[in-house]
């Protein structure tokens, strides 16, 4: 985490760095404001890793000579074929195209996807799957 924290660190020097000399080369004020708050996202992060990594410690990753083995194996359970997310991004565009055409789409889309998010949380809690 240390080295992660510290190329945001650094992403954040670069991207203020850069928003200063594009502010004195063009006098832009959109791109300049743009930049700087890039470079303040780039902090945020930057700061939230270090001091967590400050909390939890040394890391594997951290060590030049740790191992593979080293490392925590469980990252938890993912489905392997899953068409939920399919569902969820489709009723996510069928909402996002009722701001465009009708309000009535956004409705459907917004059940669709309330339906769609209960069927990925519960989807190994019936069917086939239940013990």
């Not at 470079?39 to 030049?64: C, K, M, Q, W």
């Not at 489905?79 to 565009?93: C, K, N, V």
Request: glycine residues 12%; aromatic residues 20%; charged residues 10%.
């Amino acid at each position: 985490m240390i080295i992660g924290g510290k190329l945001f660190a650094a992403g954040t020097v670069l991207y203020l760095g850069i928003g200063v000399i594009y502010w004195f080369m063009s006098g832009d004020v959109i791109g300049t404001s743009l930049l700087a708050l890039t470079g303040g996202l780039a902090f945020l992060i930057a700061f939230y890793v270090l001091f967590t990594s400050n909390r939890v410690g040394t890391l594997p990753e951290d060590v030049e000579t740790a191992l593979i083995s080293d490392a925590d194996t469980d990252y938890g359970f993912f489905s392997p074929h899953s068409w939920w997310p399919f569902a969820i991004g489709a009723s996510t565009f069928i909402f996002v195209l009722g701001f465009v055409f009708a309000r009535w789409m956004m409705v459907f889309g917004l059940i669709a996807l309330m339906m769609a998010i209960y069927g990925l949380v519960f989807e190994y809690y019936r069917g086939q799957f239940v013990k």
